[in-house]
């Protein structure tokens, strides 16, 4: 506790540190508040909305905004989806891929290109969103305006939130996106056990202690998962210049064991959609169908679960392939004068990386289906559905892992400051660390 005590007091001791934290502090008090405004024209009181599935997903990292049909309501997932279709369109194609090369310039203008294409995708799900979830009766005025009007805010809405997590990244501490998502994962946790702890009564009392004991241990195996990594051995030639030798060093390549990080569940649930939405359209006339629509609405049904766990290994393989290229690994190697030990730069180095990358994308892939598939059996044993979404998934996942940034972000502040760091038993690293030699 001590320990702790001194911890603190270095850490707001650093003025930059704790000017960044207060900053950080604030931007996320106007998000939470941003939150609760209502839409004009709606009356609240009328809203009756318990979104389930991909839905569900938005309400989760809304914090609640979603079905309060708040002016924050869509959050900042547009921009999310518009960082996803840029990261892809520089993999197919040359124009995305050249610009990706031009260095800080280059970046500048994905940026920009991202961000206007976040205002085309909060537009249109700003559209999807009034006509398929507000209910007609909780709307006071003119429909049409109503709509136009609220097209207008969502989008304003979403910008905004777009604005304060870059003004968290270049102010506050952690990454601004994540520590929003994060925040409104984390705003819905203290109701969850609340609700939990209610439906256990005063026999339960054991069984809750019990549940969080376990949630306890299943985050630590998402911490665990977070930041295993498979280090490869790198060696530098030594290297004349002027008159001093330099390299001849020995480091590492970090291979992190699931270098996909949440993307593979995001991915799966947008498709777990797919069959439940096909059936419907046939339930009426096959009971065949009806029957796959009732059990792919049901999350903790096995078949439910299966195909849910082959995706997401599906879409690990994936996703990794795409985020982590061994070619370039291997010519950035080659290029600074560094080799793996036994291993023939180029071709060979880049096949050998690729096969390290196959074996632990798996077990990575076993553990993330596993962790998605939690929640699950959570509700099976009785837990109330709020709560049980804590035991795995991508909630907890974002968790541990913008936790982990900003840690990390706070230890390197301390360290430079020749302060001890958090922990006395190693560093503290987070799932942004880069994949570099």
């Known amino acids: 506790m001590k320990r702790f005590i001194t911890t ?8 930059e540190l704790r000017t960044r934290i207060l900053n950080t502090l604030l931007f996320v008090t106007v998000f939470r508040l941003g939150s609760q405004i ?14 389930q599935g991909l839905l569900g997903l938005l309400e989760t990292f809304s914090g609640g905004a979603f079905s309060k049909a708040s002016i ?36 500048k203008r994905l940026n920009q290109i991202t961000r206007i294409l976040t205002i085309f995708v909060t537009a249109a799900q700003a559209i999807t969103y009034l006509t398929t979830t507000i209910p007609g009766e909780a709307i006071m005025i003119n429909e049409a305006t109503f709509n136009i009007v609220s097209v207008v805010v969502l989008t304003a809405g979403t910008i905004f939130c777009m604005w304060l997590g870059e003004r968290i990244t270049d102010k506050g501490i952690g990454n601004g996106i994540s520590m929003l998502i994060m925040i409104g994962i984390v705003s819905r946790f203290p109701g969850a056990v609340y609700g939990e702890a209610l439906s256990r009564g005063s026999g339960g009392a054991l069984l809750f202690v019990l549940e969080i004991v376990a949630l306890f241990f299943v985050v630590m195996g998402a911490v665990v998962l977070t930041q ?19 390299g001849g060093q020995r480091q590492y390549l970090p291979l992190k064991l699931n270098a996909a990080g949440v ?26 169908a009806g029957s796959v629509q009732t059990v792919f609405a049901d999350y ?43 291993v023939k730069p180029g071709f060979m180095t880049s096949e050998y990386i690729g096969q390290v990358l196959d074996r632990i994308t798996l077990p990575g892939a076993l553990m993330l289906a596993i962790v998605a598939i939690l929640p699950a059996v959570a509700s099976l044993l009785g837990m109330t559905r709020n709560f049980s979404q804590f035991f795995g ?3 907890l996942l974002i968790m541990v892992g913008v936790v982990l940034d900003t840690l990390q972000q706070v230890e390197s502040y301390l360290l430079m400051r020749r302060y001890e760091g958090l922990m006395q038993s190693g560093r503290v690293t987070g799932r942004t660390e880069s994949i570099t030699a």
Not at 78 to 105: C, D, N, R, V
Not at 276 to 285: G, H, P, Y
């Open 38 to 51: 209502v839409l004009p024209g709606i009356d609240p009181t009328k809203l009756n909305l318990n979104p």
């Open 300 to 342: 903790t049904s096995w078949q439910y679960n299966v195909l849910f766990a082959v995706l997401i290994i599906v879409f690990t393989f994936f996703y990794t392939a795409i985020s982590v290229n061994p070619n370039q690994i291997a010519d950035d190697m080659k290029r600074s004068g560094g080799f793996i030990p036994g």
């Open 72 to 107: 924050f309501a869509l959050g900042i997932m547009p921009y999310i989806s518009a960082s996803i279709a840029i990261q892809l369109l520089t993999l197919a194609l040359p124009y995305f891929q050249k610009m990706q090369k031009e260095g800080e310039s280059g970046r």
């Open 393 to 395: 998934g991508t909630s």
């Open 8 to 15: 603190l007091q270095n850490i707001f001791s650093i003025e």
């Open 263 to 288: 993307m593979p569940i995001i991915f799966a649930q947008a498709l777990m959609f797919v069959p439940s939405l096909v059936a419907s359209l046939f339930a009426e006339k096959s009971d065949f």
């Open 228 to 246: 295993a990594v498979r280090r490869i051995p790198i060696q530098y030639a030594k290297q004349v210049v002027g008159n001093k030798v330099v």
